[in-house]
């Protein structure tokens, strides 16, 4: 079946680092792929999003290419903030109307 | 807007209880879903309603009981809830009819169950 598959957290970063948060997928078909943000007592907000290979992603100096040729959907950003830190879902859809969702990276990042 | 807002925010409900969940979109989407997420966990998938129909319900226990009575608005229903039913529902919608290629979630309603 179709899966979403994210690195263990925590990352913990110095800010004004760099990031990467890898995601790989299983999908039969071509999947629609997202990054979404969670922080602390909230709900989930969309980062960014890609429908089809080698879309890149983007959103408040976050990027994610759709790499279909190593299944994968990467999120990076140059330089790291403290206002950062949240937990971040990788997610697919590939059938009508079902999101699934990576178990997620928490990331924490110091001053 | 790209809102999605759920109602209330908290609620705590004893074991013989019944309560409701609301959520509310405007973008004219018409998909739209109840997701149950525990601490430190993804959001679980435990239905979803396209074209004001039940597509999808992952075998989700009858206590729970979701209700969609236009476009706009999804309701989720709750009776005789157990403790390890408390957790944070979150509400999300899609265009609907395919892949989804965008989704909105609300703030979500977190849930004690005493």
């Known amino acids: 079946g179709d899966s979403v598959t994210q690195m263990e957290g925590p990352v913990t970063l110095s800010e004004e680092a760099f990031l990467t948060i890898n995601c790989t997928y299983t999908?039969?078909?071509?999947?629609?792929l997202f990054w979404y943000v969670q922080y602390p007592g909230e709900g989930l907000q969309l980062l960014l999003k890609?429908?089809?290979?080698?879309d890149k992603g983007s959103n408040k100096g976050f990027e994610a290419t759709y790499r279909k040729e190593t299944t994968s959907f990467h999120l990076e950003k140059g330089s790291v903030q403290v206002s950062d830190s949240a937990v971040y879902f990788c997610?697919?859809?590939?059938?009508?109307?079902?999101?699934?969702f990576g178990t997620g990276t928490r990331l924490q990042v110091f001053p | 807007d790209t809102e999605v807002t759920q109602t209330p925010k908290h609620l705590v409900m004893g074991m013989t209880n019944k309560k409701s969940l609301k959520c509310e979109q405007h973008?004219?989407?018409?998909?739209m879903y109840w997701y149950k997420q525990k601490a430190k966990k993804p959001p679980e998938l435990m239905f979803v309603?396209?074209?004001?129909?039940?597509?999808i319900n992952e075998s989700v226990p009858s206590r729970f009981s979701p209700e969609c009575p236009n476009s706009s608005l999804l309701n989720l229903h709750l009776h005789a809830l157990q403790p390890e039913d408390s957790a944070l529902y979150l509400c999300?919608?899609?265009?609907?009819?395919?892949?989804?290629?965008?989704?909105?979630f609300g703030q979500g309603t977190r849930l004690t169950v005493v």
């Open positions: 999908a039969t078909g071509y999947p629609s």
């Open positions: 997610a697919l859809s590939d059938r009508v109307d079902k999101l699934i």
């Open positions: 999300a919608s899609s265009p609907g009819g395919g892949l989804v290629t965008e989704a909105f």
């Open positions: 309603y396209s074209y004001e129909k039940l597509s």
């Open positions: 973008m004219g989407h018409r998909a």
């Open positions: 890609a429908t089809k290979a080698d």
